[in-house]
């Protein structure tokens, strides 16, 4: 699987830095944090709270998308791509990019925000997230998996899909 692209995405405290972390490490590839490519300006509004827009997502989604088709060994990326376009953006540069949806409610995302100390992301954004959520179901090669599975059920979900996939790829 040496140039195997996968989006792990989904809303704020939804655990995609924890699974593109382990899902990267278990496929000896590396793993990029979409949160540490985020401009300044996109940085200080979330940390004040203001949802960002197309104007602030584009350069960042391009950025994102950049890195993984350059990734020669391929990469796991943690993003939210909430919207349709985003993922489509992304697939763009990378034709045969995977996307793990992790699937969580508001209440649940919520709490888990506002468990966390220090990122820059507050609680009171979350709702918006939703609001901009465009599930990604029907399209194509695409997981979804509850949020409710432990961090090793998830890992080991998606390593048994992407194996699949494999397989019927030849």
């Known amino acids: ?16 830095s924890t ?10 590839i590396p793993a ?8 300044a300006g996109s940085r200080h509004k ?12 584009i350069p960042w989604l391009d950025t994102l998308a950049a890195m993984l088709a350059t990734s020669g060994r391929g990469a796991v990326l943690a993003c939210s791509a909430l919207r349709r ?5 992304l697939r763009r540069a990378v034709p045969d990019l995977r996307v793990v949806f992790l699937d969580i409610d508001p209440q649940a995302a919520e709490a888990r925000v506002a468990a966390r100390s220090s990122h820059l992301f507050p609680p009171s954004l979350v709702r918006s997230q939703f609001e901009t959520l465009e599930p990604p179901i029907g399209e194509r090669e695409v997981l979804r998996l509850d949020t409710q599975l432990s961090s090793a059920q998830q890992l080991e979900a998606v390593l048994r899909w992407l194996d699949r996939l494999a397989v019927a790829a030849g």
């Open 85 to 89: 376009d985003y993922r489509d953006r």
């Open 1 to 16: 699987m040496s140039s195997l692209r996968v989006l792990v995405m989904g809303v704020a405290g939804s655990g995609k």
């Open 46 to 57: 979330m940390r004040r709270g203001i949802a960002l827009q197309d104007a602030d997502r």
């Open 32 to 39: 990029i944090e979409g949160d540490e490519h985020h401009s």
């Open 19 to 28: 699974l593109a972390v382990s899902l990267a490490r278990e496929l000896g």
